[in-house]
């Protein structure tokens, strides 16, 4: 099945779970921002979970498909129209050639995923298929889509009683899960673990961080979260010898504003790192946009081994 772009979006990729074991060269992960709806998606088209999908932020676009196949839509709620009727999402649809998917603006979450049986084919790259936007690497050439291009999907064929099965799949988990984590002024709560460089920062310092309000800034894009609120005093400044850094990482630059480190993020940085947030937590705030506020809840590995 080909996958014809109308009209783009603002920003869409292909992208799967990531691009694993090549930091110590300086290549990022990339991959879904949130990770938890493309497994979604890709189990309701019984495709492999770490299949490549499409990756569509704020607003969809328009699709065409040329062939016969299974999609779905999981993620965020861009009011999706099959051949003009409403489409749901967290479904598998079959599709016939000639169907159009037109997407609107995200009104609820941020980031969608639209998968086809089979996932989209397009080269594989150091072990992914995922788009990396600042190294050019992966996706389609390495760069967001546009107007006119052509993608595949795999040649795997989905037979009826697999479509019926999934047709049953659990609804909107990660919507479902931000909107339990949202209190009713609108603050979303995301657990993370201290360290490893909390000890640079006094208990004063982390009462400020986790009693505090932090809104998500227009400086906000799949490399990293930047927060504004209160700032975090350290010690004896954050400056530190370049390590190693992960999905989740909270750093903390000289100004005391968090900075949480996302999907694109770089393979080192030379900031202190206040804590981590939980990769269960990661699909929630990659959910939220500019002007989000946030509280983070400190955990402890105690706590998480309980609720296991």
């Excluded at 309701?44 to 699709?63: I, Y």
């Excluded at 040329?66 to 749901?88: H, K, Q, V, W, Y």
């Amino acid at each position: 099945m080909k996958i014809k772009v109308i009209s783009p979006g603002v920003l869409t990729t292909v992208q799967d779970t990531g691009r694993f074991g090549h930091q110590a060269a300086g290549i990022p992960e990339a991959g879904a921002m949130d990770r938890e709806s493309l497994r979604l998606a890709n189990s309701l088209v019984q495709n492999p979970e770490d299949a490549a999908t499409l990756e569509l932020t704020v607003f969809g676009g328009t699709f065409e498909f040329d062939g016969e196949g299974t999609i779905a839509l999981t993620g965020a709620d861009m009011r999706p129209f099959l051949n003009g009727n409403r489409m749901s999402i967290n479904t598998a649809v079959p599709v016939k050639a000639g169907d159009r998917l037109e997407l609107g603006a995200a009104s609820r979450g941020m980031r969608a995923y639209l998968a086809v049986s089979g996932g989209i084919d397009v080269p594989v790259v150091l072990g992914s298929r995922s788009t990396d936007l600042k190294s050019r690497l992966g996706g389609l050439d390495g760069r967001k889509l546009r107007a006119g291009d052509v993608l595949e999907s795999g040649s795997r064929p989905q037979a009826a009683a697999e479509l019926a099965e999934v047709q049953g799949s659990p609804c909107e988990p990660v919507l479902q899960r931000l909107a339990q984590a949202t209190d009713p002024e609108g603050v979303t709560q995301i657990r993370f673990l201290f360290g490893p460089q909390d000890s640079m920062f006094g208990e004063e310092a982390k009462r400020t961080f986790t009693e505090s309000i932090y809104t998500l800034s227009a400086a906000c894009d799949r490399m990293g979260y930047r927060l504004e609120g209160a700032a975090i005093p350290s010690i004896s400044g954050t400056d530190i010898l370049s390590e190693g850094i992960c999905f989740g990482s909270i750093q903390v630059p000289a100004n005391g504003q968090p900075i949480v480190m996302m999907a694109d993020h770089q393979t080192t940085g030379g900031y202190a790192k206040i804590g981590t947030v939980l990769s269960e937590d990661l699909p929630l705030l990659a959910q939220l946009g500019s002007g989000k506020r946030i509280h983070f809840v400190p955990v402890t590995l105690e706590e998480l081994g309980e609720s296991l």
